[in-house]
């Protein structure tokens, strides 16, 4: 499955300066896994030494937070989105 998947500024160093990529993948984590073949180093950025999200990375399918779903077996439809954000923290 073909996913569209955006790109937050910081890490835009490893797709060339693009905010959106295509990625292949019925889960999400194959789309990560896909997306760490294309564009070597963003995965280490996504994902901790385990291999789990990092934990002030928030992910969506579509609009849906992965972390309320089903983690890195999230399906990812054809067409889907999926958002990669890192936290903010400020106070």
Known sequence: M????RI???LRT???GQAEVSAE???L???LADLEKNHAGIGARVLDDTGKL???VNVYVNDDD???EQG???PTPEGAGVSIIPAVAGG
């Open 14 to 16: 490893y797709t060339g």
């Open 54 to 56: 990092r934990r002030f």
């Open 72 to 74: 890195l077996q999230t």
């Open 29 to 31: 984590s194959e789309v």
């Open 8 to 10: 937050p500024t910081i």
């Open 25 to 27: 993948g019925a889960t």
């Open 2 to 5: 073909s996913v569209n998947v």
């Open 66 to 68: 992965v972390r309320f």
